[in-house]
């Protein structure tokens, strides 16, 4: 029996993830044998196998260059410490370190390092999901290219975007922006850059199953990659490869490939990557019902995930053994071992997952306060320049008087023309203020947040077009009020302690929840304290978002995780907890609890004559007759295939074989499916609980009086020996 399990779909993903964050770099930052024409620092290739060393070596460089005026060595260097940055997922870096290389490439007048800044500050816009700012920031570099062209920057943007299609599941539209790229670099030797373009377009293909195109693309740049010397890149393509030979059924092509990314791996020291190929190797030996050899393999891999510490990985190779376990019919203790762990897995990916949302949604906080406080800094020296300028005029004025003061009337001449300067002057710097001022409030305004500046004496200086909008009042209208009167008594008590933080100096990220209009609404918060030239704090900022969007997608999830998909009663995971709560409020309260488990009679061979459709609905009709036969208190749950519990709290002696009776009874009615009737019977076992049970016990002997029904002749009930 052939199984297609969705791991090389998932294996894919994982190695998109490496090409999109990692791979990117590879191809912006090939050594000068390319021959592409494009100019890069040797730091900038060094980065990919020593990240950490270069970001040692790169400040003592970048101080030198700087006193030496060097604006093109600057350039370079600080896209080296970007594609450092890049390596070891330091987004922020990344991004400053890119603008850092645009903005000196512009004193240096060379727009080729500006596009190629460009480029890199766009991926990390794109890493942290900030995708309207990576489209500004590309498309920039597309207008700066139509300027100054080059085919290999030209071909390295479109890669940039065929990869973020992919990534947002547009794949006829990456492979469109693939084949643009292609088109873009004609005959010019780029190696790395069309090797990943060709795998970028045979991927995007096989997505689209044209799989005879997409392996035509892929041996191609299996071709290429001979002459690039790069093994992480040709494993790679391999995997790939090995993805579209499952869809092929080529078990063949498969294995081979495999065999060749466990090589690599082992040569490289690479464990990851021996991983991946054991999977492959795996996958491989379960499409020709080798399950043993199957299972190894993936033990193998889940083994190297798991000394690796990468969880998505070894989560995704245990649902393939699982799976594979679960297909075979294996024995309840491995299962129950491995469905432990894929629990453990699922928790920890949960926390990994919230942290990934926290750190993404401050990364964008952070980013966005850096280019307020340097606008702030910039129109702040330009008014300080100003100003020195007039000081300077009105000193030599006053000279000018005392000097000629027996000529009064000519010196009042000169002064009242002096003053009208001056007084130009003002009137101009006064103007740029309010322009500047202007500037900053159009963009505080348009920013999603609620920025508000707040005075030592918890009143507000300032307040965005947001708060107004949220409060439905002119922002201007804010300005005097006290966080009190803004915000209510409640919300504020709940920021008292993070006010009296922020105005002792200390910088304050919290989360809470204000009921508005009758619905809870959640914000996270950021106070940054204002100090002021003598080092005192004069007020604070404080910058809001209003994350309920993705609290409220977070409850849904953890509730979709605890119901069964198919008939929307209790899962695994829901049972488990409210089993382990019902026999602890058991213990303490003195009452005994009841544990049914029951399964259809032969419901394999309903699946085997009429269908796996025609058993799912047989598994729908029977939870909902079962559902009509317990109490609204009762737990009906599904374990899985048509392995159903019932847990009974508080329960009197016998009610749980009158449960079983009426189950039973309620199986005699045909089931009708699609003009198909069916003669249905269930099994049951009881157990109740006793005050020393654990989950476990009690699970174990509803199972065994389960099996003992079965072993009587099925369609039938048996209660768990005392």
């Avoid at 690479?270 to 492959?280: F, T």
């Avoid at 006064?430 to 505080?444: C, D, G, T, V, Y």
């Avoid at 910088?507 to 009758?518: A, L, N, S, V």
């Amino acid at each position: 029996m052939r199984i297609r399990l969705p791991y090389l779909g998932l294996l894919t993903n994982t190695l998109w993830l490496v090409v999109f964050f990692i791979g990117f770099t590879t191809a912006q930052a090939q050594s000068a044998s390319e021959n592409d024409g494009i100019t890069r620092h040797p730091l900038e290739v060094e980065a990919l196998a020593q990240p950490r060393a270069v970001l040692d070596k790169l400040p003592a460089l970048l101080t030198a260059a700087l006193q030496r005026d060097d604006y093109v060595e600057l350039s370079l260097l600080y896209l080296a410490k970007s594609n450092a940055c890049r390596v070891i997922a330091d987004w922020d870096c990344q991004m400053q370190a890119a603008w850092q290389a645009s903005q000196t490439a512009i004193h240096a007048n060379r727009p080729l390092l500006q596009i190629r800044g460009l480029i890199s500050q766009g991926r990390g816009q794109m890493a942290i999901q900030a995708y309207s700012s990576a489209e500004k920031t590309m498309g920039e570099a597309e207008r700066l290219l139509a300027l100054h062209p080059s085919k290999p920057l030209a071909a390295d943007v479109m890669l940039a975007y065929s990869s973020l299609s992919f990534s947002l599941n547009k794949a006829e539209l990456s492979a469109d922006y693939a084949k643009r790229g292609l088109a873009m670099l004609g005959t010019l030797p780029a190696p790395s850059v069309r090797i990943r373009l060709l795998r970028n377009q045979a991927r995007a293909l096989s997505q689209l199953h044209r799989q005879s195109e997409a392996m035509a693309l892929l041996n191609g740049a299996l071709a290429l990659s001979d002459a690039v010397s790069d093994p992480k890149l040709s494993a790679e393509l391999y995997i790939e490869e090995a993805r579209i030979a499952n869809e092929q059924g080529d078990i063949e092509t498969q294995v081979i490939s495999g065999r060749k990314i466990v090589e690599m791996g082992d040569r490289l020291n690479n464990a990851q990557l021996s991983g991946l190929g054991h999977e492959v190797l795996g996958q491989a030996a379960i499409s020709t019902g080798d399950w043993r050899t199957g299972e190894d393999h993936f033990k193998k891999a889940q083994a190297l995930f798991r000394s690796l510490e990468l969880t998505r990985d070894e989560r995704r190779t245990l649902r393939l053994l699982l799976n594979s376990l679960l297909a075979r019919d294996s024995n309840i203790t491995e299962l129950k071992t491995q469905s432990r762990r894929l629990i453990e897995l699922e928790k920890l990916l949960e926390i990994d997952d919230r942290k990934l949302v926290a750190d993404s949604l401050n990364s964008q906080l952070e980013y966005a306060q850096q280019k307020f406080d340097m606008q702030k800094l910039k129109n702040n020296a330009e008014l300080s320049k100003q100003r020195e300028q007039i000081a300077v005029a009105s000193q030599r004025n006053t000279y000018i008087i005392a000097f000629l003061g027996i000529i009064l009337l000519m010196v009042l001449g000169a002064l009242s023309v002096i003053q009208r300067q001056n007084s130009q002057k003002l009137q101009k710097a006064h103007k740029q203020l309010i322009n500047s001022e202007s500037r900053m409030r159009a963009i505080a305004d348009n920013i999603p947040a609620f920025i508000a500046h707040i005075g030592t004496d918890s009143r507000v200086k300032f307040a965005n077009a947001y708060i107004g909008k949220n409060y439905q009042r002119d922002p201007q209208s804010l300005v005097g009020m006290s966080v009190r009167e803004l915000r209510g008594e409640s919300t504020t008590d709940l920021l008292e302690p993070y006010i009296k933080s922020v105005l002792n100096g200390q910088r304050q990220r919290f989360e809470i929840d204000e009921t508005i209009d009758g619905k809870t609404h959640y914000f996270q918060s950021n106070y940054v304290p204002e100090i002021g030239a003598d080092n005192s704090v004069q007020g604070f900022y404080a910058l809001t978002f209003d994350i309920t969007a993705l609290k409220d997608s977070q409850k849904q999830l953890e509730l979709l995780s605890r119901t069964d998909s198919l008939t929307g009663v209790a899962n695994r995971r829901h049972f488990e907890e409210a089993l382990t709560g019902a026999l602890a409020r058991g213990r303490r309260d003195n009452h005994d609890c009841a544990l049914l488990c029951l399964d259809i009679d032969h419901f394999k061979l309903i699946n085997d004559r009429h269908g796996h459709p025609v058993g799912d609905a047989v598994i729908v009709e029977l939870s909902k007759r079962v559902q009509s036969c317990i109490r609204e208190v009762d737990l009906l749950a599904r374990l899985g295939g048509d392995e159903f519990v019932i847990l009974m709290e508080n329960t009197a002696p016998g009610s749980a074989e009158a449960v079983c009776e009426k189950i039973i009874a309620a199986m005699k009615q045909p089931f009708t499916l699609n003009d198909k009737y069916l003669e249905v019977t269930v099994s049951a076992g009881l157990a109740y609980s006793r005050p020393t049970s654990t989950g476990e016990d009690l699970f174990r002997q509803a199972d065994q009086a389960l099996y003992r029904a079965k072993n009587e002749g099925r369609n039938r009930f048996s209660a768990a020996i005392a």
